[in-house]
Structure formats: C-alpha cells, structure tokens
C-alpha cells in the first residue's frame, strides 16, 4: 500500500479542523496500523508536532500576499500553477486520499475562490486524473452565493468518489448547488468519535466561548462594525453572568480568538472571569470537562461540549449550531451571534445549572449513539481503504 493521504486546513489553528483529524486517525491507526499515513495541510509543523505525522505545505506564503499590480498578480497565479503541480505530486503518491470533516463545502465565513475552494478542486480533479479515490468524509456544505467560490467547490463535490456530510441540512445544501447526492450519506460529525475526559461536573463554573466573529462572505464592508457590536454584547453577557454569581472560564476555538478573550478579561477587571488558551483539541476538552454549562459560537466548542454531556446554549453563526443542537435534543437553546438575548441567554444557563445532571445524562445518550453511526461510516471507509 503507497499510503492514506489527508488533505484539509489542519493544523492551522482552527481546533475544530484538528479535532476532526483526531477522530479520523484514531479510526485509521486502529484499523490499518501498518498503513503510512501522512497529510497536505495548512500547518505542517503543528501536524507534526501534535500528531505524528509526516506533512506537506499546502500553500506557499507568497499566495497570501496582498499586494496589487501586474507583478503580484503574476506572483499569484505562478503560486497556484505550483500549488497544482505539489496537490498533483502528492495525490498521486497514494491509494486513497481523505477530506476529513470541516465546513469543506460551505462558505459561511469570507472566502476567497483562489484559496481552500481552488485547493479542493486541485485535490478532486487530480484524484480522478490519477485513479486516487478522494474521499469527503462528514463535511459541512451551505448555500455558496459567491459565484468563484461556488464553482470550484461544486465541481470538486462532482469529482470526489465518496461524500459523506454531517448533517441533512449540508446534503440539501449541495443538492440545491446542482449536485447529485442520491447517493450520499448522512452521518455525524467526525469529533462524536473523540474519547473525551472524565468530566463530573459540578464546578460552579460557566464556559463562554468568544470568536473573532467579524460577519460572514458579504459582510466585509461592515467587519468592524459587526465584530464590535459583538463584542460589546458579549461582554454584557459575561458581565450579567459574573452579577449572577457565577465564574467564567473563557474559551477559544481559533488561536484568532484569543484576542477577543484578552479584550472581555480587560473589560471586566473586578469579575471573576479568566481565559483558556488552549492549542490543541485535548486542552480544549479538558477545558470543556472543567465548566458545568457552555455558551458558545464555534461550531466544534458546541459539538464538543455536548459530547462530553454539557449542556450548552448555542449562539451560532450558521444554521450548522442549530441543527447540531436540534440533533442532540437542545432546539430551543439556539441563538444567533448577531443578535442574541442576553437575559434570555443567562435565564437559559440559570435552567440548564438547576436541570445540568438530567440534561447532562440525556446528552451522554445521544452522544453514543451518534459514535454508534460513525462506526458504520468507518467500516465503509475501510472497505475503501483496503480495496
């Protein structure tokens, strides 16, 4: 066997993506122990460092430079020529190559079409030119309205030889872009897999997690704006928390939201609020194991937390975290980032501290049973795998 390659934004900061790659390699190490198995990724050093793998650069720096004019824009597109001709290379050196859950196909962040969606449709179309399976195992999709964006993630959906999302919304989100997925799966998100820590409960202490949130594809004229007003809500929030009498550990998803975390402890001098910094998944479960209740943004802060049996109000950027929460028996705790309730926020933690033991021991439940589905994608996978 030449090897299982694992493509995605990894190892770049963003926890949720390396959560989703955890999952993924416990599955394949305990499955295939003898398999090589490396990564093309964003982070190719953290990779390294925190998983073991041997990794490959996914993009040059001089791809992400700003600069405008007729020398940088031939800069840029020699970059992306490179950027196929390593994507091709290394593709072709496996026998399958796997897309490990994230938000692949949808753009509910800002996106540019040159980056991760030109990269997925580098990645599919060398899998089929080659004979390599590519495999989009439990990925997120959305509504694309960007049209450069929109054509190199449906025409990499078309090329790949096995989709999988992690919920139904994701599948009927690709359909609606002109997708065939009559054929395609529903199963949970990768993280359900996690082995999490012991986590007792009964803290006394809050989880908020922050986000750099700064809106979404169009909003870009507005970020500031936006992301203050975020800010400012979020802070009186912890604020009416902290007046409740409870502690808050802050939580990031994204080492860009350490800066959001920073600016909440200033704020609120005299309260007793502190700030994680975890930078790997494990941390950031531990973490989550150490507070009682959640209020959350990332999509993998809220998954994670109510794998472990947290209860969690949910303040979502994407119809992802409702969903996510409507799966795990919490609908009406969802919000929108935008413009949350804050007292209605605090008089949901205020009921889910009173009711944390049944809400926890029903979240444990319906977390086993969403491991109890992977282990039927897994299966699959392998058959892929050795064939």
């Known amino acids: 066997m030449s090897g299982i390659g694992l493509f995605g934004l990894l190892g770049s900061g963003n926890l949720g993506n390396d959560a989703s790659l955890l999952a993924m390699l416990g599955h394949l190490r305990a499955a295939h122990p003898h398999a090589r198995i490396d990564a093309l990724c964003g982070g190719p050093d953290q990779v390294r460092a925190t998983f073991g793998l041997e990794a490959t650069a996914l993009y040059r720096t001089t791809e992400f430079t700003t600069a405008s004019g007729v020398r940088s824009a031939v800069a840029k597109a020699v970059a992306k020529l490179g950027e196929l001709v390593r994507t091709a290379a290394w593709v072709r050196r496996h026998d399958v ?88 799966r529903v199963y949970p998100d990768l993280a359900f897999a996690l082995p999490g820590p012991d986590a007792p409960g009964g803290t006394g202490v809050v989880g908020v997690g922050v986000m750099a949130y700064r809106g979404g594809p169009g909003d870009r004229a507005h970020a500031d704006r936006i992301h203050d007003d975020y800010l400012a809500r979020l802070i009186e929030l912890v604020r009416g928390l902290t007046g409740d009498g409870r502690a808050v550990r802050l939580l990031t998803g994204d080492r860009m939201d350490l800066a959001v975390a920073h600016a909440v402890v200033a704020a609120l001098p005299d309260a007793p609020v502190s700030a994680a910094n975890a930078s790997t998944v494990d941390e950031l479960l531990a973490e989550l194991a150490g507070v009682d209740v959640v209020v959350a943004s990332r999509y993998h802060n809220v998954l994670c937390a109510l794998g472990l049996g947290r209860p969690v109000v949910s303040l979502g950027y994407a119809a992802k975290n409702a969903a996510l929460m409507d799966t795990m028996g919490l609908p009406g705790f969802s919000h929108s980032i935008r413009d949350f309730d804050v007292d209605l926020v605090r008089a949901q933690v205020a009921d889910l501290c009173r009711r944390a033991q049944e809400v926890s021991a029903a979240l444990l439940v319906a977390a086993k049973y969403q491991r109890q589905l992977l282990d039927e994608q897994f299966a699959a996978l392998s058959a892929m795998v050795a064939s």
């Open 97 to 184: 190559v796997i897309v490990p859950g994230m938000g692949v196909l949808e753009a509910t962040l800002p996106l540019r079409p040159w980056g991760f969606p030109y990269s997925l449709f580098v990645l599919c179309l060398a899998g089929r030119l080659f004979g390599t399976p590519v495999a989009l195992v439990s990925v997120g999709a959305g509504p694309i309205r960007q049209p450069g964006v929109r054509w190199f993630v449906v025409r990499a959906a078309r090329l790949a030889t096995y989709r999988s999302y992690r919920d139904t919304g994701s599948r009927d989100a690709l359909a609606a872009l002109g997708v065939d997925v009559r054929a395609d």
